[in-house]
């Protein structure tokens, strides 16, 4: 199986800045693309920015310009870069991969535990 282990959630003022780091550990035949979702209180969780294997990138109309997502494939990790915070990004925060633990298995989606963000006015 795969594990996914995030950091760097915390409390900034609105216009600071945050960088979020999910590692991913186990079994790992295979990672396929990554991405961080959020989730406010009360809302949905909604996707925030994902990033293929080879390194394409998509992102919510919301953080477009603000927040950049990379990864290290050496090391199966995501990280999500967050500039120029507001109130409105304030949530949980949660890193999500696709991946093959092994040959004999399909790719899976695995979730993280979540961190909060906070971003004070």
């Known amino acids: 199986q795969v594990q996914l282990v995030e950091s760097g959630g915390g409390l900034v003022q609105a216009g600071g800045s945050l960088r979020l780091s999910c590692a991913a550990s186990?079994?790992?035949?295979?990672?396929?693309?990554m991405g961080w979702y959020r989730q406010a209180p009360g809302k949905q969780r909604d996707l925030v920015a994902t990033?293929?294997?080879?390194?394409?990138?998509n992102y919510a109309d919301s953080v477009k310009g603000r927040f950049t997502i990379s990864r290290d494939n050496a090391k199966n990790t995501v990280y999500l870069q967050m500039n120029s915070l507001k109130p409105d990004d304030t949530a949980v925060y949660y890193c999500?991969?696709?991946?093959?633990?092994?040959?004999?298995?399909?790719?899976?989606?695995?979730w993280g535990q979540g961190t909060q963000v906070t971003v004070s006015s």
């Open positions: 990033i293929t294997s080879g390194g394409r990138t």
């Open positions: 186990g079994s790992i035949f295979r990672m396929n693309a």
């Open positions: 999500n991969c696709n991946a093959q633990y092994s040959i004999s298995y399909n790719p899976s989606n695995y």
